[in-house]
C-alpha cells in the first residue's frame, strides 16, 4: 500500500443547512422585531425564532389590533376575511392599516395557516407595488411571517412575489429592503421556489444590499444569499454576481448578524469546487483564522464550515494551515455547540489531508480533543473526529501518539457504531495505527479491539469489511499477533471474505491471511481453515491487486512444509499461468511461490509438466530486472531439485 489515504480518506463534506430550516421559524429574532422598528445600534445577538419575537412586532399596533390578537383563534378568523378584504380598500390609510394588522396577526405562528386560507397571499403580494411606501413595507412585512410557515412559502412564491419583493429591493425606504430581502430569506429555502427567486433577477440587487448602509439591510441580503446558494444549481450563480468580495468585506462588520449571515453565504458559495478557488475567497483564509475566535457560536459553526469546504481543493489546505488555523479548530473540538464541534472535527480533517499541513506540531494539539470525540453523542462529530485521526495517522508522526492518547479502545467500540460512516472511518483511523509497529500488539492484546474487528469482518457495509481486513493484514506482521488473530478465530471470517463481491475487500482479506501464515502455527491454521482453494481461485480475479497479494499469501502458506504438497496440486497450474501476467508484481509473486514450491520434490514435476520451467526461462529476459532476478533463483531451486528439469 503505497499511501492509505488513497485507499479510504476521500475527502467529503455535507452542505451547510440553509438560514431556515424546512422545519419551521428558525430565522433569527430580529426578522419579526427589526423589520417593525430597527435601529443600528441594536444587536440581539441572534437565536432561534420563538415567542418574543411575536411579542416585540405587535408592541406597536394600535390598541384595537392588540385586542385582536388577545382573542381566540376561531374568533380572529372573522376579522382576517374582513381586514383581507380591506387590502383592496381604495384608502390608502386603509390598506396601511390592514397590512398593519395583517402583519400583526401572521406573526404569531397558530395565525398563518387562517391568514393564507383567508386569500391574504395574492392581493398583499399585489400591494408590494402599491403607490404608498407604508403599505409596500407593510405587505412585504406580511408576507415574511406568512412565509415563515413552510406550508406557505410555495404558494407566496407562486402567487408572483419574487418579481415584486426583486423590485422593492430597490425601494428608497431601507425597511421596504429590509423586508423585502427578509421575505426572500423564506422564499428561497425551497429549491423550486429558489429558482423563481433566481429567475426573478434578485441575485444582483441582493448583492448590492450587501454595502447598504442599513445593518438589517445587510444581513438579510447576505442571509438571501445564503439560502440561495445553499442550492448547488445556484452557488456558481451568487458567486459570479460578485457577492464573494462584499461577503468577505462583512466579516469585520461591527453588527453580529451580519457577520453570522456573510459567514454562513460564505461558506456555502466556497462549498462548490470552482469556487473555492476564487481569490477573493483564497485571500480570506486569514479573516476566517481569525473569526475562529469569535465569541459567538453561529460564527464560530459558519466559519468551521466555510473552511472545511475550502480545504476540500488541495491547494488550499496548507494555505489554511499556515493561516493559524489548526489551533483555533482545535480549541473548538471542545466546544458546548455540537455544530461548532463537528464542523470543527471536519476542517481539521480536510486541512490535514495535506502532508506538511498534518506534520505542522499544531496538529499534535489536536489528537486528544478528537480521541475524546470519538466519545459524542452527535453522530456527526463522532464521524469527523474519527476521519480527522484516520487522516492524521496516515503520518508516522501521529500514529503512536494518537494510540498513546487512549484511541484504540473508542475506535473498537465505533466499529459497533449504528452509523455505516462512523464505522467505517473508525476501521480506517485502526488500519492506519496499524501501519506503526509499536501499535500491533496493543491492538492484537485487546479483547475488546480484537472482538470489534472480528465484527467488522461481517459488516454489511464493504468499506467497513475492508479496513477490518486491513487491520488484520498490518498487525500481523507481528509474529505474536499472527498468532494471537489465528488463535482468536480470525482465520474463518477472513477466509469467507475471500469471496467477497468487492475486490478491495477480497485483496484486503488475502494479505491478512498471507502475513498471519507467517509464523508455524497460525500457517498450519490457515491451512486447515481452507484457504488454500479459495486463494487459488483469486489467482484469476480481474483485480491485478487481488492476484498480486493472492500470490503472495499462497507463497507464504506454502512456506511451511506441511502445507507443500497441498498447495502445489492446488495451485502449480494457476501460478505457471501467471508467469505471463502483465503485471510485473504478479509474475514475481508467482515466481515467489512456485520457487517455494519447489522445495518440495512432487511439486518441481508438476511445475515442468505445466511448462514451468520453460516459462521461467522466458522469464531471463523480461523486461523487469526483479523479475528476471526472480526467474533465475526459481530455475535454480527447480533443478536443484530435479535435474532434468535445467533449461
Not at 444582483?204 to 448547488?232: E, F, K, T, Y
Not at 496548507?318 to 464541534?341: E, K, N, Y
Not at 522445495?599 to 520453460?614: D, F, M, Q, S, V
Request: net charge negative; charged share 20%; hydrophobic share 55%.
Amino acid at each position: 500500500m503505497s499511501d492509505a489515504s488513497d485507499d479510504f480518506n476521500s475527502l467529503v463534506f455535507s452542505d451547510a443547512a440553509p438560514l431556515v430550516d424546512t422545519s419551521g421559524r428558525t430565522i433569527l429574532n430580529e426578522i419579526s422585531g427589526e423589520i417593525n422598528e430597527y435601529s443600528d445600534d441594536d444587536d440581539d445577538g441572534g437565536g432561534g425564532g420563538n415567542g418574543d419575537a411575536n411579542e416585540e412586532s405587535s408592541a406597536g399596533l394600535p390598541a384595537a389590533v392588540r385586542e385582536i390578537l388577545d382573542e381566540s383563534v376561531a374568533a380572529r378568523v372573522g376579522v382576517i376575511d374582513s381586514l383581507v378584504l380591506m387590502l383592496a380598500d381604495p384608502s390608502t390609510v386603509a390598506r396601511q392599516q390592514a397590512t398593519e394588522a395583517l402583519s400583526g396577526i401572521a406573526a404569531a405562528p397558530e395565525n398563518t395557516a387562517a391568514v393564507a386560507r383567508a386569500g391574504a397571499i395574492a392581493p398583499l403580494v399585489r400591494l408590494l407595488r402599491d403607490d404608498d411606501a407604508l403599505v409596500r413595507t407593510g405587505a412585504a412585512k406580511a408576507l415574511v411571517h406568512i412565509a415563515a410557515d413552510p406550508a406557505n412559502q410555495t404558494a407566496v412564491a407562486s402567487a408572483g412575489a419574487a418579481d415584486r419583493l426583486v423590485s422593492l429591493l430597490r425601494d428608497a425606504d431601507p425597511s421596504a429592503r429590509r423586508n423585502a430581502a427578509a421575505a426572500l430569506v423564506y422564499v428561497a429555502i425551497a429549491p423550486d421556489n429558489a429558482a423563481m427567486v433566481v429567475g426573478a433577477g434578485a441575485v444582483d440587487p441582493l448583492v448590492s444590499l450587501l454595502r447598504d448602509a442599513d445593518a438589517a439591510v445587510r444581513h438579510m441580503a447576505a442571509g438571501a444569499l445564503w439560502n440561495i446558494a445553499v442550492h448547488r444549481a445556484f452557488k456558481a450563480t451568487v458567486a459570479a454576481a460578485g457577492a464573494v468580495e462584499p461577503l468577505v468585506s462583512l466579516l469585520g462588520d461591527a453588527d453580529l448578524v451580519v457577520r453570522q449571515h456573510a459567514t454562513g453565504a460564505l461558506s456555502v458559495i466556497a462549498a462548490d469546487p470552482a469556487n473555492s478557488q476564487l481569490p477573493a475567497v483564497v485571500d480570506a483564509v486569514g479573516l476566517l483564522a481569525a473569526l475562529l475566535r469569535e465569541t459567538d457560536a453561529t460564527v464560530r459553526q459558519n466559519v468551521a464550515r466555510a473552511l472545511a469546504v475550502i480545504a476540500v481543493h488541495p491547494a488550499n489546505q496548507l494555505r489554511i494551515a499556515r493561516a493559524g488555523a489548526v489551533g483555533p479548530l482545535a480549541s473548538l473540538l471542545g466546544d458546548g455547540d455540537a455544530q461548532v464541534r463537528r464542523r470543527a472535527a471536519e476542517a481539521l480533517a480536510n486541512v490535514a489531508h495535506h502532508p506538511e499541513g498534518r506534520a505542522l506540531a499544531a496538529f499534535a494539539e489536536a489528537v486528544g480533543p478528537l480521541v475524546g470525540l470519538l466519545r459524542d453523542a452527535d453522530t456527526a462529530v463522532r464521524h469527523n473526529a474519527a476521519r480527522a485521526l484516520a487522516t492524521l495517522a496516515v503520518q508516522p508522526v501521529h500514529q503512536e501518539r494518537i494510540a498513546r492518547l487512549g484511541a484504540l479502545e473508542p475506535l473498537g467500540v465505533l466499529l459497533g457504531d449504528p452509523a455505516a460512516a462512523v464505522r467505517e472511518q473508525a476501521a480506517a483511523a485502526l488500519w492506519c495505527l496499524a501501519l506503526h509497529p509499536a501499535n500491533r500488539a496493543p491492538i492484537a492484546r485487546s479483547t475488546a479491539t480484537m472482538d470489534a474487528l472480528l465484527r467488522g469482518l461481517h459488516d454489511d457495509e464493504a468499506a467497513v469489511r475492508q479496513n477490518a481486513a486491513a487491520v488484520f493484514w498490518y498487525v500481523a506482521l507481528d509474529a505474536d499477533s499472527a498468532v494471537a488473530f489465528a488463535r482468536a478465530g480470525a482465520v474463518a471470517p477472513l477466509v469467507s471474505l475471500l469471496g467477497d463481491a468487492d475486490a478491495a475487500v477480497r485483496e484486503k482479506a488475502a494479505g491478512a491471511l498471507g502475513n498471519i501464515a507467517r509464523p508455524a502455527e497460525a500457517a498450519a491454521v490457515v491451512a486447515s481453515a481452507g484457504a488454500v482453494e479459495p486463494l487459488v481461485a483469486l489467482l484469476c480475479d480481474p483485480s491485478a491487486a487481488v492476484r498480486r497479494i493472492a500470490v503472495g499469501a499462497l507463497w507464504h502458506v506454502a512456506l511451511h512444509r506441511p502445507n507443500q504438497a497441498a498447495a502445489g496440486r492446488a495451485a502449480v497450474q494457476p501460478l505457471v499461468a501467471l508467469l505471463q501476467d502483465g503485471d510485473a508484481e504478479v509474475r514475481r509473486n508467482a515466481i515467489g511461490a512456485l520457487a517455494v514450491l519447489a522445495a518440495h520434490p512432487a511439486n518441481c514435476g508438476l511445475i515442468a509438466r505445466a511448462g514451468g520451467t520453460t516459462r521461467l526461462a522466458a522469464l531471463l529476459r523480461d523486461g523487469d530486472a526483479e523479475v528476471r532476478a526472480f526467474a533465475t533463483a526459481a530455475l535454480q531451486t527447480v533443478a536443484l531439485q530435479v535435474p532434468a528439469a535445467r533449461p
